[in-house]
């Protein structure tokens, strides 16, 4: 007899979910949308150390031309259960330009089952060839739900604003959602949908559609 494979039977699950995100263009009304691919993976150096890498590629007008590609490559460290640092690495490259981003970020994880609440902070520095390197702080807020043991669907926002302005001005805001499914011992998938508007300090700041999907897996 045929068995389904546990990433199928979840496709068909939650079909409801994959149909809304194809609907959500119509709702918002966006300038763009954007698509974001990525693969990446972890493997942890000790019982408080990990290293994870991820190799990404953005398309935009209407997910048609290349936007960016960016290897990002992080070291983290849990302090103490919920609570861990990181240090990540980015080097981007775009059409005409190339980016390299430093930062540094602590995040508090607590678990009440079969929800969790996660609140990470970042502080990054962006390089540009001739330009005045950009300082920005993130502050991320995400509600995570265990469904069963394979399945976690997730909403999150973010809040972008310069360091050095004074007083503090937002930039830009990120909303998102999506399903996190674990489709073999060592890898899983991530499906979501993020609306942003950036560069709120203009009249008429753009608002961008991203769907993305990510895969990876554990060494």
């Not at 509600?143 to 007083?167: A, C, R």
């Not at 937002?170 to 899983?188: H, T």
Request: with cysteine; glycine share 2%; net charge neutral.
């Amino acid at each position: 007899m045929y068995k389904t494979t546990r990433l199928q039977s979840v496709l068909i699950q939650y079909k409801w979910l994959l149909s809304l995100f194809l609907f959500i263009p119509c709702v918002y009304g966006a300038d763009d949308n954007e698509s974001w691919t990525s693969i990446g993976f972890e493997r942890k150096l000790s019982s408080s150390l990990k290293l994870e890498f991820e190799q990404e590629i953005r398309l935009e007008d209407q997910a048609s031309t290349f936007k960016q590609t960016f290897s990002d490559v992080s070291l983290s460290y849990k302090v103490f259960d919920g609570l861990r640092i990181q240090i990540p690495f980015r080097y981007s490259t775009f059409k005409d330009k190339i980016k390299q981003r430093i930062s540094f970020s602590g995040s508090y994880k607590y678990s009440f089952k079969p929800m969790s609440l996660k609140y990470r902070t970042r502080y990054q520095r962006t390089f540009e060839k001739n330009e005045t390197p950009e300082d920005l702080v993130r502050n991320k807020f995400t509600i995570e739900y265990k469904m069963d043991k394979n399945i976690e669907p997730y909403i999150s926002s973010e809040l972008f604003h310069s360091y050095n302005e004074d007083p503090v001005q937002l930039d830009e805001y990120r909303i998102s959602f999506g399903l996190r499914v674990d489709i073999m011992e060592n890898s899983s998938i991530k499906i979501f949908y993020i609306f942003k508007k950036e560069d709120l300090t203009k009249s008429d700041p753009d608002e961008i559609n991203v769907f993305g999907l990510a895969y990876s897996f554990k060494m």
